[in-house]
């Protein structure tokens, strides 16, 4: 039906609703227009887009039309729908017009609303007794918030703030964080260092950008990285793989000294004028206030470069230290291979055995006169174990490890492997964590060697297998880092070292393999070395640790206490 096909009286009924002068029967008569004929009802609303001042005493009465063209829009629509077979991308014919009406009617309820100041069908609010409006704060779970940094130094330290970081390299969550005296250094995922000299405030807003709102920092550029944005109250910093710093007053004023590099500054427009956004370059310095943006002073030596501090005493490192065994055997036995290397070190209550549920000794042999650490400092260290062919030890620790609080743990080992067959599988070689109650659970954490000889980090659903392959018979010293945390997050890394690298004093900022954040309560009180059964690998000086030095200093623990 066109529009010239309607009844010759819709435009006369539809006149005499816009004037108010409609009967009961000439209402229901436009009712049935309406019902019956899409043209009619796109004119309808035509008319009302035209009409918008809609008199009081019609309200009720288009109430009434506007819900005979709503269920009658749903049922074409319907129908129009089955026609089609609900083909993806087709629509009615009647989808443009349905969404005229739409907004037609739209433009109807906020016309009277203007009119009357309540909306069609509803009545105005009436008065009610004053009542008292508590506002409840919506807490954000930590556990939703991400890793961006980590707290690699801190000398002196006092924090103030709700959540403080507890200790060295504690990841840092996307959080406001207050660093009342001392000086910390907070290492970003990307490869950015910042330098805190408390008092100084800091939000850590993402892996690329953090507000400083008072206080001194030195930021030190990492050229891999993307650009990071430092926001201060009158401007914000984008490094060009540089090193700066900024001192930030009570007031906002704030002071920028470059040290190496440049640094682009975008200062704020209402506070400064400024035409484009300022490189201010190596040696150079500005003072941003709220009036000028002026050249001032290089002053390098009122800023603290680097967290001051020397390397910590040995019995310091010692007291870190959980768990240790160098595989170095009592007496040496004849033939050497047996002899007695299950019980060495401190830290256990078992000694090494074949089964979990077993006191049996673990089937594994010594070579008492060997050793993979390259550096030889003690005798003790003398003696190294091998398994092969599918042979697994356990051993109980006296201190678990527990990811159901706030900790931080470090473990460290050499491993090296053999390929005895030619089969490409099950030459795997690894370490794992697990826990005694549930030692079959796949919540284990894993270090490791896979078949394709990759370094291999694998936990709760997660396995890293990182290339290049590491070499046959050459020792490998992994480190591995276990980020445990009681309302928030756990996560946990791997650095594999080639016996040519250099072990870093403090952790290092690149890590052979990381995990995604997960969230575990697991108490790890099982270590479990293991050889695939096509395979020979050898493990040596184990350690356990609360600290990367604690790991990694290779001092004969029983020595350390004797400055």
Known sequence: MTVQDLPPQFNQLLNQLIDNQLSDVEFEELEQCLSENPEARQIYFDYLDINSGIQENNVDRLKQLDQIVTANSTQNISVSQQAEGKRRGNQSPLFGYFSAAAASVALLISAHWFLTGHMIGIE???????????????????????????????????????????????????????????????????????????????????????????????????????????????????DIGTEYGTKVEEDGSTELHVFQGAVRVEPEMKLVEISAPLIVGEGKARHINQKVNEEIELKSDDFKHEVPGKPKELRVVRDEVIAYDSFHPLTISDPK????????????????????????????????????????????????????????????????????????????????????????????????????????????ILFGINSNSYPTLQLKGQNEEIAPALLHDQPYFFVGKIVASENSSDQVFLRAFSKEETIPNQEPLVWTCRSTPFDESTTYDLIRIHAGKSSQYRFDELRIGTSWESVVDFHDPDDMGEE
Request: proline share 8%; glycine share 6%; with cysteine.
């Open 124 to 238: 105005p609010p009436q008065p009610q007794p004053e009542q008292i409006i508590v506002e409840v704060p919506v807490e954000v779970s930590a556990k939703n918030i991400p890793y961006v940094a980590t707290l690699s130094r801190a000398t002196d330290c006092k924090w103030g703030g709700e959540n403080p970081p507890q200790f060295s390299g504690q990841r840092l969550l996307s959080k406001e964080l207050f660093l009342e005296r001392g000086v910390a250094e907070f290492r970003f995922d990307n490869g950015v260092r910042l330098v805190l000299e408390g008092p100084t405030k800091i939000n850590i807003e993402s892996a690329n950008c953090a507000t400083i709102a008072s206080g001194s920092v030195v930021l030190h550029g990492y050229e891999s990285s993307p650009e990071f944005e430092l926001i201060t109250p009158q401007a914000s910093f984008f």
């Open 337 to 444: 291979e047996f002899s007695e290397w299950r019980r060495s070190g401190f830290g256990w209550t078992t000694h090494w055995r074949n089964r979990v549920d077993s006191l049996k000794p673990a089937s594994g042999n010594s070579i008492p006169e060997e050793t993979l650490l390259p550096d030889l400092l003690s005798p003790n260290q003398m003696g190294c174990v091998e398994l092969e062919r599918g042979k697994i030890a356990w051993r109980t620790l006296e201190k678990p490890l527990r990811l159901d609080t706030d900790a931080i743990y470090y473990i460290s080992f050499f491993i090296q492997k053999s390929v005895k067959q030619q089969s490409s599988s099950h030459q795997y070689g690894n370490l794992s964590l697990m826990s005694e109650g549930q030692p079959e659970n796949e919540n284990r």
